[in-house]
C-alpha cells in the first residue's frame, strides 16, 4: 500500500506541472484567413537591385553622389546607353572604383544598367 502511494504521488506531481506549462495543450493557430491579412509581403528585389545594394548604394544613395554631390548617378550621361555606361565602369573616374566581376558578367551588368535607369534624380541633385 505504501509502495503504491509513494508511485502516486509523483505522477500526479508531474501531471500537475505539465498541465500548469501546458504540455497537452494544442498548438494555437490563426485562421488562415487572418493570418494572411497579416502579412504584408514586400515586392521582391530585382537582381540589378541587388547588385546595385552590394556594390553602389554606399556612395550612390538613392541615385545621388556622396563624393561628388554635383554629379549624381540618376540622370547621368553614362546612363544613356548601356556601351557608354558600361565604358565608364571599364575605365571610371577619380575615386569610382573598378569593379572587374561586374563588367565582365555581362548579364548581371545588363540588370544593373536596368535597375540605375530607374533611379530618379531628386530635387537638389
Same mark, same amino acid.
Request: charged share 20%.
Given at each position: 500500500?505504501?509502495r503504491?502511494?509513494l508511485?502516486?504521488l509523483?505522477v ?11 504540455c497537452w495543450a ?10 494572411k ?14 547588385t ?19 554629379? $549624381? ?7 544613356? /546607353?548601356?556601351? =557608354?555606361?558600361k565604358?565608364? #565602369? +571599364? %575605365? $571610371? ?7 572587374? /566581376?561586374?563588367? =565582365?558578367?555581362?548579364?548581371? #551588368? +545588363? %540588370? ?7 533611379l ?6
Amino acid at each position: 500500500m505504501l509502495r503504491s502511494k509513494l508511485f502516486v504521488l509523483p505522477v500526479i506531481a508531474l501531471a500537475l506541472i505539465c498541465q500548469s506549462i501546458n504540455c497537452w495543450a494544442k498548438p494555437q493557430t490563426a485562421p488562415k484567413s487572418e493570418s494572411k491579412a497579416k502579412v504584408k509581403t514586400e515586392p521582391a528585389k530585382s537582381k540589378g537591385q541587388m547588385t546595385f545594394e552590394s556594390h553602389c548604394s554606399s556612395c550612390h544613395i538613392n541615385g545621388g553622389n556622396v563624393v561628388k554631390p554635383q554629379k $549624381p548617378l540618376a540622370g547621368s550621361k553614362y546612363l544613356s /546607353n548601356y556601351v =557608354s555606361f558600361k565604358s565608364y #565602369l +571599364k %575605365e $571610371p573616374v577619380g575615386t569610382m572604383p573598378h569593379y572587374e /566581376n561586374l563588367i =565582365s558578367n555581362d548579364k548581371v #551588368l +545588363k %540588370e544593373l544598367y536596368r535597375y540605375v535607369q530607374t533611379l530618379k534624380k531628386s530635387e537638389g541633385s
